[in-house]
């Protein structure tokens, strides 16, 4: 952060916030390091090999990469115009970390509003699915996180979210059931109560459930 930044946000506030947020990144990585060596350990491999050495380091980032998700700024505009039809955005890739097993799942979000008097910039749409998929989670609650937000931030007359994904912990362990996908959907407001209008959402979507 520079000199000029500092002194137009209030000097000490700033520094002070932006040094502990450091600190505490460099914390969770020599921490989660020291906890993956040890894991590597636990399971009977040797992390002072050459081939094991960076090991730790690496799995730390990956994991606070994949739980941290990308600031940004919700957009939004009249609804001048006064559309009311469903805006729909389609196949969304998204991945995410199960809480159960903290492996991954990976698939595809379907995300559509009806607009009430704001409308939303469309790609916003794919970082709210990023904002709440980067964390440890189950598909059900993701799937409510994304409507929530956008009934929250917009106000829309409603929404429709469905997450189509496949399971790593579900696929590569357990019942090995390779190639199973889950889905789950969320619908409020008229995307709810109005069939004709959670039809149109299925319609643009082809294959989506009804
Ligand atoms: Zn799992």
Redesign the pocket.
């Known amino acids: 952060m520079s000199q000029a930044i500092l002194h137009d946000d209030g000097a000490e506030g700033a520094r002070s916030v932006a040094a502990l947020h450091v600190v505490d990144i460099n914390d969770q990585q020599s921490r989660a390091e020291n906890a993956v060596a040890e894991l590597l350990t636990a399971l009977g491999r040797d992390v002072t090999s050459e081939h094991l050495a960076d090991t730790p380091r690496r799995v730390a980032a990956s994991l606070l990469e994949m739980l941290t998700p990308r600031d940004f700024a919700m957009t939004t505009f009249p609804n001048d115009e006064n559309y009311r039809e469903l805006v729909l955005v389609r196949d969304i890739p998204f991945h995410s970390l199960?809480e159960?097993?903290l492996?991954p799942f990976r698939g595809v979000a379907h995300v559509g509003y009806v607009p009430g008097d704001r409308l939303v910039g469309l790609s916003k749409l794919a970082r709210v699915v990023e904002l709440f998929s980067r964390d440890l989670q189950v598909q059900e609650r993701l799937t409510q996180q994304i409507s929530a937000y956008l009934t929250e931030q917009l106000a829309p007359r409603g929404v429709g979210v469905v997450l189509e994904a496949e399971?790593l912990?579900m696929t590569m362990r357990g019942a090995q059931s390779a190639g199973a996908t889950t889905t789950t959907t969320a619908f409020t407001g008229v995307l709810a109560k109005d069939n004709a209008m959670r039809r149109q959402f299925r319609l643009a979507g082809a294959d989506l459930p009804a």
């Open positions: 199960c159960h097993h492996l399971h912990c």
